[in-house]
T-cell receptor
Framework: LAKTTQPISMDSYEGQEVNITCSHNNIATNDYITWYQQFPSQGPRFIIQ???TKVTNEVASLFIPADRKSSTLSLPRVSLSDTAVYYC??????????????FGSGTRLQVQP | KAGVTQTPRYLIKTRGQQVTLSCSPISGHRSVSWYQQTPGQGLQFLFEYFSETQRNKGNFPGRFSGRQFSNSRSEMNVSTLELGDSALYLC????????????FGPGTRLTVL
């Protein structure tokens, strides 16, 4: 299986912009890239999803280059409540040709006052 | 709409026992996926069900099994429990398979003694 890679941790301060990048080789042609946020002892919460170029919603932006082998989640002006683990999700093509859903290793974002 | 619900929320078992976890997806969602989350391995995909059929399977031993009912509710079963099976088991539902946005439940915390 192809592996997705994210930084293990990042630190930021309130009010700053944070960019988290996920590398994903072997992404299937029809796969979307999705980012989730997770707080301790809770299920992951959907943040944003995209296929190519740029997607923006009320909480984040997602940048995807033309080759789609990576993606960057951008959180504008973070606050203390954004302290969480962030995961990227892509569909991974298994050796049998069937698809499995793969989460990245997760990035632990710590926002300081 | 009600979110994804999982029962029970907490479970304590001993080695060698078996356990069944239940997941009720969001109304209208037909795909249910299961994930295991541990501090050491992170989030790992177990399997995905759609229309009562297992469509994708992660790299877990045969002790882990599941099924989906005609109303899209799903159960997963773990037989001959091992200490290493202690984890947060998350269920996620989506309207269809693949890259449709998945919405997660709160999880079932399984502790094996």
């Amino acid at each position: 299986l192809a592996k997705t890679t994210q930084p293990i941790s990042m630190d930021s301060y309130e009010g700053q912009e944070v960019n988290i990048t996920c590398s994903h080789n072997n992404i299937a042609t029809n796969d979307y890239i999705t980012w989730y946020q997770q707080f301790p002892s809770q299920g992951p919460r959907f943040i944003i999803q995209g296929y190519k170029t740029k997607v923006t919603n009320e909480v984040a932006s997602l940048f995807i280059p033309a080759d789609r082998k990576s993606s960057t989640l951008s959180l504008p002006r973070v606050s203390l409540s954004d302290t969480a683990v962030y995961y990227c999700l892509v569909g991974d093509v298994m050796d049998t040709g069937r698809r499995a859903l793969t989460f990245g290793s997760g990035t632990r974002l710590q926002v300081q006052p | 709409k009600a979110g994804v619900t999982q029962t029970p929320r907490y479970l304590i078992k001993t080695r060698g026992q078996q356990v069944t976890l239940s997941c009720s997806p969001i109304s209208g969602h037909r795909s249910v996926s299961w994930y295991q989350q541990t501090p050491g391995q992170g989030l790992q995909f177990l399997f995905e069900y759609f229309s009562e059929t297992q469509r994708n399977k992660g790299n877990f031993p045969g002790r882990f099994s599941g099924r989906q009912f005609s109303n899209s509710r799903s159960e997963m079963n773990v037989s001959t429990l091992e200490l290493g099976d202690s984890a947060l088991y998350l269920c996620a539902s989506s309207q269809n398979m693949g890259t449709d946005t998945q919405y997660f439940g709160p999880g079932t915390r399984l502790t094996v003694l």
